[in-house]
């Protein structure tokens, strides 16, 4: 071969943060010693939100799943030593994203930094969170304005940061197809394009600076010569949006810029081991072509289906890009897919059909009437059920899962316990503590920010107008406004909003043909109402606190319902006390509680004492979630009469479980019917 020039590696990240400022700090510092090249910040619910830590929906949930972020002081401390005009931060952070991107700003210049040289990316895709991550705060056409001016504001201030990285992500995660992926993030691209246009803050001759700011963040599942040429079409459909919608000429602006996060939905509880080869793949199908190369990369560590990795199984996921870019040639050749006639068929298709769903959603106003109407929920909602019965069917393999189930004594796993990063309880008592030191302190030495009630006051009066909002931001984060202060003001003028669970217009996905595991199920559901002397069982199915990670509720709600239940499923974002009020007030049979995020220890023990203080301490509560072992058997110890995880895949079987856990608790017999 003739000797040319190495491509430069992607950027290489881990999503990193937990518990503390402090704690995360230390973290990121040794993460760029091991040679990460970029910063990914995972923040915790709360700040996700824009709940103080001392929210009692908060509770359980405060440096869980990222780190608190609550003020300036936070800020400071979480970078404090990373020169931020050095380094290139990524922050996974979409409803209150001009908050942190405020906070960020005046934390730079803290540092002497040149704003116009900071570079990164704020992820900003409001409309992935109505469908699939749920950390939505305000309705559609508010979230869509912060999206819009903070853009507007980047482009003329910021101009090296990337305000927007549409988000198709968690889409797949959610059971979107390739074709829905592409369809609804470039759907969410049009409708935010077409704002930031419309908003007349953009000169004629400042369009391409916005479309070459413009950003996508994608999902990489395991099938990947597919999800390769997912990525080829991704290219060619925005290189065709940009030239005709936009009319932007300059190829560089249409260039297709895209970080991935390799597929965490498909990383098993089973056989977690098998993980490792599963997270290679995904990431050779962003890496491989050079035409449709990744700019930037995450992986997942192996472990993520058991709970919070630990720093070293985050380093053997970097590890793992750092032989591929170093070691392997991957970077000594062209595109090495060009002129394939696989490739090129597959990716011809998924461009028609991706276009004929973009027209769809065009037609019925765009990506945003889409979301008030229900339509992206429903279909993803639908996607993914029939997917489960494909994998539940065994038509879809899952070595370890449903097939190759044998295995011998795991090494990595043998102390579970140890196996995973643990969050000490005792650090929200910590960060509950701080706050309320902050809120006592800030106008005095060595901080002196000014009071925030004017800033606040000034912040809604620029809601209620029509001007940018970012310039009110800033004010409030140099005024040491906190996190709940500054989403509370806004609260107060946009309200907030409950996004449709999909739940109702979802198709029957399994069938209850004579002699099928769903069938015999559904007579055990028939039986257990008659012998109650009730029309239908009814069953709550609720997702305490702040993890709107909703997939598998939804799916546990829409396959209890083909059973013949009577659901009550009321979607994300409550509090234990609503939680049992509308068990008692719809007088179920059973309370299902789903959360990934880790709150499970503190909000499962709450509903149980609440419903032992309503009266109704016979109804049984089943748990759902990322749990380890220890604090299953925690669960159970406290009452909880089942606790189901990833491994638990069989969704008609654990709906015949709860079905048998009805009939414990009204002390009937058990039935002979098998589930």
């Known amino acids: 071969m003739t000797e040319r020039q190495k491509d430069r590696p992607w950027l290489m990240r881990t999503y990193a943060g937990h518990s503390t400022a402090e704690a995360s700090n230390e973290l990121y510092r040794r993460n760029l010693a091991k040679g990460q090249t970029g910063l990914s910040v995972a923040f915790d619910l709360p700040t996700q939100t824009g709940y103080d830590p001392d929210h009692v929906l908060a509770r359980g949930e405060v440096g869980r799943v990222g780190v608190p972020v609550s003020h300036v002081g936070d800020m400071r401390r979480l970078f404090q030593d990373i020169p931020l005009e050095q380094m290139n931060t990524s922050m996974t952070i979409n409803a209150t994203a001009m908050w942190l991107l405020a906070l960020y700003q005046v934390v730079a210049e803290e540092q002497g930094a040149d704003i116009t040289k900071l570079q990164g990316t704020t992820q900003n895709d409001i409309v992935k969170e109505y469908l699939s991550r749920g950390t939505h705060v305000f309705p559609p056409v508010p979230s869509l304005r912060l999206t819009t001016d903070m853009i507007c504001y980047t482009v003329n201030n910021i101009p090296k940061w990337n305000p927007i990285n549409i988000c198709s992500y968690h889409l797949q995660e959610a059971g979107a197809t390739p074709v829905q992926e592409i369809a609804y993030a470039m759907s969410t691209a049009i409708a935010v394009l077409d704002a930031v246009f419309a908003s007349g803050q953009i000169a004629e001759d400042q369009k391409g600076d916005v479309v070459a700011r413009i950003s996508f963040f994608v999902n990489a599942g395991v099938r990947f010569v597919e999800e390769m040429c997912k990525m080829r079409a ?214 002196n920010h000014p009071r925030p009630c004017k800033a606040l006051e000034r912040l809604k009066e620029a809601a209620k107008g029509t001007g940018n909002l970012m310039e009110a931001t800033l004010e409030c984060a140099r005024a040491g406004v906190t996190t709940g202060e500054w989403s509370g003001a806004l609260r107060e003028v946009f309200g907030e909003f409950r996004a449709p669970t999909g739940v109702s217009s979802a198709p029957v996905a399994v069938s209850a043909e004579e002699g099928t595991a769903m069938a015999l199920v559904r007579r055990k559901v028939e039986l257990t109402a008659k012998d109650l002397g009730v029309g239908k069982i009814r069953f709550l199915v609720g997702k305490p606190g702040l993890d709107g990670h909703s997939n598998g509720a939804e799916q546990i709600a829409v396959r209890a319902r083909d059973a013949g239940f009577e659901v009550v499923y009321q979607g994300i974002r409550l509090t234990p006390e609503q939680i049992v009020d509308a068990a008692v007030a719809e007088d179920v049979h059973a309370v299902g509680l789903s959360i990934l995020s880790g709150s499970h220890a503190q909000l499962v023990p709450d509903v149980l004492v609440r419903l032992r203080e309503a009266g109704a301490p016979d109804i049984p509560v089943i748990a759902g979630g990322i749990i380890p072992n220890a604090d299953a058997e925690q669960l159970r110890a406290a009452g909880v009469a089942a606790v189901f995880t990833p491994k638990d895949f069989d969704i008609t079987g654990i709906i015949g479980r709860i079905v048998d856990e009805i009939r414990k608790a009204n002390k009937l017999d058990p039935l002979e019917v098998p589930a």
């Open 234 to 447: 991704f290219g060619r459909i925005w290189d065709r949006i940009t030239r005709e919608r936009y009319g932007i000429e300059n190829p560089k602006h249409r260039r297709f810029r895209y970080g991935v996060q390799v597929n965490s939905l498909g990383l098993t509880e089973a056989q977690p081991e098998n993980n490792v080869q599963r997270i290679v793949l995904e990431m050779l199908a962003v890496t491989l072509s050079k035409d449709a190369r990744a700019r930037a990369v995450q992986l997942p560590a192996w472990n993520e289906a058991l709970g919070l990795p630990r720093p070293w199984d985050q380093q053997w996921s970097l590890r793992l890009q750092q032989v591929l870019a170093y070691e392997s040639d991957l970077l000594e050749y062209a595109d090495i897919f060009e002129g394939s006639h696989v490739v090129e068929a597959k990716t011809a298709a998924l461009v028609e059909e991706s276009l004929a769903e973009i027209d769809r959603i065009q037609e019925m106003g765009g990506a945003m009437a889409a979301v008030e109407s229900g339509y992206l929920k429903s279909q993803l909602v639908s996607s993914h059920a029939e997917r489960r019965a494909r994998i539940e069917s065994g038509q879809e393999k899952i070595v370890g899962v449903n097939i190759f189930e044998s295995t011998e004594p795991n090494p990595l796993t043998a102390d579970l316990d140890a196996a995973i990063q643990t969050v000490d309880p005792a650090v929200e008592a910590r960060v509950v503590a701080a706050l309320k030191d902050w809120r006592d302190t800030r106008y005095q030495p060595p901080f």
